[in-house]
C-alpha cells in the first residue's frame, strides 16, 4: 500500500471546514434543518447508486408520512427506511465519539437489511465468495474475512493515533471496507456510512456520492488496484466533501443575512417606537 502521508491534503476542503467551525455552534433551527435536508439527501442518494427508484421527494413523504410511491417496489421503500435507522445509529455514534468496532459495524449492516429477504444475513460476514459485478478486483475469501477486518480496525485506530488527515483516513477506511466486501449484500451502503460517521466525528462534511457520479466513483474505486493506492479516491472524496461544505456555508451565509435584516428591522422598529414616545412626551409638556 502506498504511504499514507504520500496524499495529498485538500487545503480548499480544509479551509471550508475552518470557515464552518467559525460559525459553530449553529442557531438551533438552522442546524435542524440543514441536518435534516442533508441526512435525507445522503440516504435518497446512496440507495439510489444501488438502484432504488425512490426519488427525493418520495423518500420525503415516505419517512415523514409514510406514505409509499405509487408502482415502486416494496423493497426499495424498506431500504430507505431501513437507512433512515441506519442513520440514527450514525448520529449516536458521533455523540459518543469512540474508535469504530466490529460491533459497529455489524450493527450498521443489521439494520440495513433487517426485514428484508436477506435478514439471515444481516449483521453477519457471509461465508460463501462473492463478486463485485463489473470489477476485475476479487474480494477477500470467506476463510479470510475475519483476520482482514480486525486488520482493517488496526489499520484504522492506528491512522487515528498518528493523526491521519480525517478525510483520507475516512475515504481509505470506506475504500478498503469496500474491497474487502465482507457481507452478502448492503456493502456499498455499509460503507459509506463508515465513511460519512468518521468524517462527521471530527466535524467534517458529509461526502454524499450522488447517482449522477456513479460510473466516477466505481472506476475510482477500481482504479485502487492490487498495490492499493487510494489516490483517486481519496480525491473523489474530497470533491464531495467540499461541495456539501459549500452547500452548508451558502445557507448559513443566508440565515446571517436574514438574521441581520431582522435586527435591523427590529432597530428600526425601536427606533420609530422611541419617537412616538419621545413626541407623546413633548406633547404632553
Not at 6 to 20: C, Q, R
Not at 23 to 43: F, G, Q, V
Not at 270 to 282: A, D, E, G
Request: aromatic share 8%; proline share 4%.
Amino acid at each position: 500500500m502506498k504511504n499514507t502521508l504520500s496524499y495529498k491534503i485538500d487545503n480548499e476542503l480544509e479551509e471550508l471546514k475552518k470557515e464552518l467551525d467559525s460559525y459553530r455552534p449553529l442557531p438551533k433551527e438552522t442546524a435542524i434543518s440543514l441536518e435534516k435536508h442533508l441526512m435525507l439527501l445522503y440516504n435518497q442518494e446512496s440507495n439510489a447508486i444501488e438502484g432504488n427508484s425512490l426519488t427525493l421527494s418520495e423518500t420525503k413523504v415516505l419517512l415523514e408520512s409514510g406514505i409509499t410511491a405509487k408502482g415502486k417496489p416494496f423493497k426499495d421503500h424498506l431500504d430507505i427506511i431501513n437507512h433512515q435507522k441506519a442513520i440514527e445509529f450514525l448520529k449516536d455514534l458521533i455523540k459518543e465519539k469512540t474508535p469504530l468496532s466490529k460491533r459497529d459495524i455489524l450493527d450498521f449492516h443489521y439494520l440495513l437489511l433487517k426485514g428484508s429477504e436477506n435478514e439471515k444475513y444481516a449483521g453477519v460476514f457471509r461465508n460463501v465468495p462473492v463478486f463485485i459485478t463489473g470489477s476485475t478486483h476479487k474480494t477477500t475469501p470467506p476463510y479470510l474475512l475475519e483476520k482482514e477486518m480486525e486488520d482493517l480496525l488496526i489499520w484504522h485506530n492506528e491512522a487515528l493515533k498518528e493523526n491521519l488527515n480525517p478525510v483520507i483516513r475516512s475515504a481509505i477506511l470506506h475504500t478498503k471496507f469496500a474491497r474487502i466486501h465482507p457481507f452478502i449484500d448492503g456493502n456499498g451502503r455499509t460503507a459509506r456510512l463508515l465513511l460519512n460517521t468518521e468524517l462527521l466525528k471530527v466535524g467534517y462534511p458529509m461526502a454524499i456520492i450522488k447517482k449522477e457520479y456513479r460510473a466516477d466513483y466505481y472506476e475510482t474505486l477500481e482504479n485502487v488496484g492490487n498495490n492499493e493506492d487510494f489516490s483517486d479516491i481519496v480525491t473523489f472524496i474530497q470533491k464531495e466533501a467540499k461541495e456539501t461544505a459549500k452547500f452548508i456555508l451558502d445557507v448559513v451565509g443566508q440565515a446571517k443575512h436574514k438574521e441581520e435584516i431582522d435586527k435591523l428591522n427590529n432597530d428600526l422598529k425601536n427606533i420609530k417606537s422611541l419617537k412616538i414616545n419621545i413626541t407623546n412626551t413633548r406633547k404632553q409638556k
